[in-house]
């Protein structure tokens, strides 16, 4: 029985598509009104507040200087004044200059700024005044750069519309997972039923009719199966069966019924299950990431001597290792155990271990903490991917995976900013314990939501890797390392690790890191959909797969000269728009080995896909202890490049020799 035909489909979830945007539009504004109202309140309190404490330390250095005066020591020849002036600058970034100047306005001592004088439009100046007896002697004068002001009150309107963003995009995953759960699931089973029954098919039924009219298609059906058992039963009289049984050969020859067992259940749309839940654990694991390296600095390591990149590189690499090493394991017990049991046994372990990392002593407990946040993570990412591309219902396969990827990217697009921001206020290790209340909140949903249904045990594929496959499949098996190993190697090394290192020596804070790093998730939100559709113009993966290593190495090409934030912002860019052609590259590589039933490659493929994941961090940390982070940038564009371009020649060598290879 097909599915029914696009424009009835259309007909029904036009009304629930325009549901979608009004809802949406309706968020959009509020969250635009609003954040327009703080934008205006953001920082207007700054330079009042700098203004008092510049009078707050002008006070207390005016009451120790007065007290040495009354004790009889020479105004003119006070001591310890400029070492007390430049030990509260170094404490104090945003004071700009402490003088003090005697009555007639001569200045004594300075510290900081010396152009207040020619430039006094430039600062705000406090002053207090030295009087002892009636008599004044001077005054201690405390000055505020007012360009420091406004850079500071930049910082609140970055953090107000990383918020604004981020809380878009959250609130477009709840959205998006209501209306299909409540209104587009519903309809389209309610479509498919009726095209189904008008067509003769009265063997399926509406799984948990929630909707009036699919709990009456469901009576319907019941009643005529009934009817047709009865004439069933008549038929197998033996005084009645001259006259049911043609009746009942003429039923079976135009019409499907539900022989025995009952009427099976339709398929439910599972794709936005798996968008939220992909989110949710996704972003449960990415809300530490931009400090991660730089949490794991300040942790001792006894009896552990290691240069600083590569005390940072240590816990990435575990994370990456233990989804490795878990990954063949996960994806054997998801398709024995369901989705449902894969996911909550993933979503447990995560939670573990983030709070093992939030509450870890030392430097060991961290790695041991991450790497079973990496075992956790691999049972969920192979759940949600099984639920996204069953094989059993293939005509959603397409749809899940496309929703699959979303997710990834509005994760990578929210979770880093946050963490950065709680980063800020909270501490580090707040981010571990909110990321292990995402995991377990996702525990709670995949409890609710998530299928129990187990891979039969008959129709399973076979999970051992034979030399037949290697042999048949070996162009695939080539190419794919050639392909994934590079990819997953450039980005473990650049964004987990490169890019914080790199911006953290900017003096840039946690807030930063992660607006940098959600840029990766914005240019695939926004150019993964269109270059999956390239890419099914195209039908060719290769050409995609290798532009899209070259890009990442063009973009990390300029850090060779120093860094910048901006050139690390243009290498993400460029990484992102990367990753974005070659994902759905590898999704249709994926789906010739599902269609070959040769899951085992697959899996192995992976295995080692996230072997060079786990690499990625180690190389590039012992690089940047080496050579430094410019040259480490420039070794990481020569490798893009280099494996771009083996690709290509490995791509275009086996087509010439043993004909085209087109996934």
Known sequence: ????????????????????????????????????????????????????????????????????????????????????????????????????????????????????????????????????????????????????????????????????????????????????????????????????????????????????????????????????????????????????????????????????????????????????????????????????????????????????????????????????????????????????????????????????????????????????????YALMLTACQGQAADPGERSTDIKGMAMFVGAIMAAEACAPALGGLLAERFGYRSLFGAGACVALAAAALAALLLSTRACDPANAPSARLRLADLRRHHRFLTLSLLAGVPARFLYSAVLMLLVPLMLSELVHGGAAIGRHMMLYGLVGIVLAPLCAHLAARLDRAAPLIAVGGMLTGAGLLPLMHGATGELAMFAIVALGVGQSLSIPAWVAWDAVTQEAQIPALLRTVRLLEWLGAAAGPLVAGALIAAYGLPRTALVLAVCALAASLLFLYANWHISRRMGAYTP
């Not at 609003?34 to 330079?47: E, K, M, N, P």
């Open 1 to 376: 029985m097909k599915p029914p035909p696009p424009h009835q489909l259309l007909l029904f979830t036009w009304p629930v598509r325009r549901l979608l945007l009004f809802a949406l539009a309706v968020i959009v504004l509020a969250q635009l009104a609003i954040s327009a109202f703080a934008w205006q309140l953001a920082g207007t309190d700054l330079a009042p507040e700098l203004q008092r404490k510049a009078q707050l330390a002008a006070a207390s250095q005016s009451r120790i200087l007065t007290r040495a005066v009354a004790r009889g020591v020479p105004f003119e020849r006070l001591e310890g004044v400029a070492e007390s002036f430049d030990d509260m600058l170094s404490e104090n970034q945003d004071i700009a200059y402490v003088l003090l100047k005697a009555v007639d306005g001569k200045v004594l001592y300075r510290s900081g700024a010396g152009t207040e004088v020619i430039e006094p439009e430039r600062f705000l100046d406090s002053s207090a005044a030295i009087v002892h007896r009636y008599v004044e002697y001077g005054a201690v004068h405390v000055g505020v750069d007012r360009r420091f002001i406004a850079s500071r009150m930049e910082q609140p309107h970055a953090d107000l519309g990383v918020l604004a963003l981020a809380s878009l995009l959250i609130a477009f995953e709840i959205l998006l997972l209501l209306v299909t759960l409540h209104c587009s699931a519903p309809l389209r089973q309610i479509v498919e039923l009726m095209t189904r029954m008008a067509a003769g098919d009265f063997s399926r039924r509406a799984a948990a009719p929630a909707q009036p009219l699919a709990a009456d298609l469901n009576r319907i059906e019941a009643r005529i199966n009934h009817a047709y058992r009865d004439v069933a039963r008549l038929a197998a009289d033996p005084g009645r069966r001259a006259l049911a049984a043609p009746v009942l050969q003429r039923l079976r020859a135009t019409y499907r019924f539900a022989e025995a067992g009952g009427a099976r259940e339709l398929a439910l749309e599972r794709s936005a299950i798996v968008r939220i839940l992909t989110f949710l654990f996704m972003g449960a694991e990415m809300l530490s990431r931009p400090i991660l390296p730089l949490y794991a600095g300040e942790l001792a390591a006894p009896g552990l001597s290691l240069a600083g990149p590569m005390h940072a590189a240590l816990p990435l690499s575990a994370f990456l290792l233990g989804v490795a090493l878990s990954m063949p394991f996960a994806a054997r017990w998801s398709e024995q155990a369901g989705a449902r049991w894969s996911y909550l046994a993933g979503a447990l372990a995560s939670a573990a271990g983030l709070a093992f990392c939030a509450l870890a002593p030392a430097y060991f407990a961290l790695l041991l903490g991450r790497a079973l946040t990496g075992a956790g």
